[in-house]
């Protein structure tokens, strides 16, 4: 008994994983702050280590979502593989890869620059994609949120994930140094929130059904 509730009491990597983030994003951005422009810009700049890195996080993401989905482990996997993929694929840029313009920003469906087939072709692409994304968050968003009110570490990690990704949105645009390698290094963090919270989500529900077998 004793041995157990020391095990309890004990947090794995993965219950720590929030501190650890954390812990990493803040050393990165301290650690950059005092070194010269160079090592600013190796780590913030196209195919830097920083967005290889996060480019792994939703690669790795996206395939613990379908594998767990295919275990039956998980019921959101679907939407959230595809949420994943297209967050990989907008940090490789493909936003913006193969057309005239930043397909995320308005000016590129007002634009008169932009050729119509090409709006016609991304509009068949990113609809169907954002509907999908929009029935997937309303189907979850109050299962998230009671989960939330509950202080739950999975949910806390996801929305930690969320926050990250739109104060990175917000500060995207700015062209100070130091904001700079912040807005990637949030970046860098937030595949990672959302893995650990999926896993931290399936470790909990294993625990969960555990405690119900032995309880029969």
Do not use: W
Request: with cysteine; net charge positive; glycine share 6%.
């Amino acid at each position: 008994m004793q041995q157990e509730k020391a095990i309890k009491g004990k947090a794995s990597p993965l219950e720590s994983s929030f501190s650890i983030i954390y812990l990493t994003v803040v050393l990165i951005i301290v650690l950059s702050s005092f070194q010269d422009y160079s090592l600013v810009f190796f780590l913030a700049s196209e195919s830097s280590p920083i967005q290889i890195f996060s480019v792994v996080g939703y690669c790795i993401a996206f395939a613990a979502a379908i594998i767990l989905q295919l275990q039956g482990r998980i019921t959101f996997g679907v939407g959230a593989a595809v949420i994943f993929l297209s967050m990989g694929l907008r940090e490789l840029d493909f936003n913006d890869r193969f057309t005239t313009m930043g397909i995320m920003k308005s000016r590129f469906y007002l634009s008169d620059i932009v050729p119509l087939k090409e709006k016609i072709i991304v509009l068949m692409i990113v609809l169907p994609l954002a509907c999908f994304i929009a029935v997937f968050l309303k189907k979850n968003f109050h299962f998230f949120l009671a989960a939330l009110k509950t202080r739950n570490k999975a949910a806390l990690l996801a929305a930690n994930g969320i926050i990250f990704t739109i104060i990175a949105k917000l500060i995207d645009s700015n062209s100070s140094i130091l904001v700079c390698i912040t807005e990637e290094t949030m970046e860098l963090a937030i595949p990672y929130f959302f893995l650990c919270a999926m896993l931290l989500y399936v470790k909990g529900e294993r625990e969960n059904t555990g405690q119900v077998t032995r309880g029969e």
